[in-house]
């Protein structure tokens, strides 16, 4: 009775860290196990090295995001209180 082969493993929109370990790990093993042709290693690690870019330009662009969400609250606390944020006058 032959094996049944192994789904693929679909690659999600954004990476995340566990599935870029996740790749990195597979093919690790399966290098070591010898399962893998050099061709298909070369793809896979650059689809592992793709995927590590890719992940670590979206970390940056949060953390770019977030420090120019809080310069701006910065600026907004500082700035003296108009007249409409200061309620009705009798």
Same mark, same amino acid.
């Given at each position: 009775?032959? $094996? /049944?082969?192994?789904?693929?493993?679909?690659?999600? #929109?954004?990476?995340?860290?566990? =599935?870029?370990? *996740?790749?990195?790990?597979? *093919?690790?093993?399966? =290098?070591?196990?010898?399962?893998?042709?050099?061709?298909?290693?070369?793809?896979?690690?650059?689809?592992?090295? +793709? +995927?590590?870019?890719?992940?670590? +330009?979206?970390?940056?662009?949060?953390?770019? $995001?977030? #420090?120019?969400?809080?310069? /701006? +609250?910065?600026?907004?606390?500082?700035?003296? /209180? $108009?007249?409409? #944020? #200061?309620?009705?006058?009798?």
């Amino acid at each position: 009775m032959p $094996d /049944k082969p192994t789904p693929p493993f679909r690659l999600s #929109e954004s990476p995340t860290a566990s =599935s870029v370990s *996740l790749l990195a790990g597979n *093919l690790r093993d399966d =290098s070591a196990r010898g399962t893998v042709s050099p061709r298909m290693y070369a793809h896979r690690s650059r689809v592992v090295r +793709q +995927q590590s870019n890719l992940l670590a +330009q979206e970390s940056h662009e949060a953390r770019s $995001d977030a #420090e120019a969400s809080r310069a /701006k +609250q910065m600026r907004k606390a500082a700035r003296p /209180k $108009d007249h409409r #944020e #200061e309620g009705g006058q009798g």
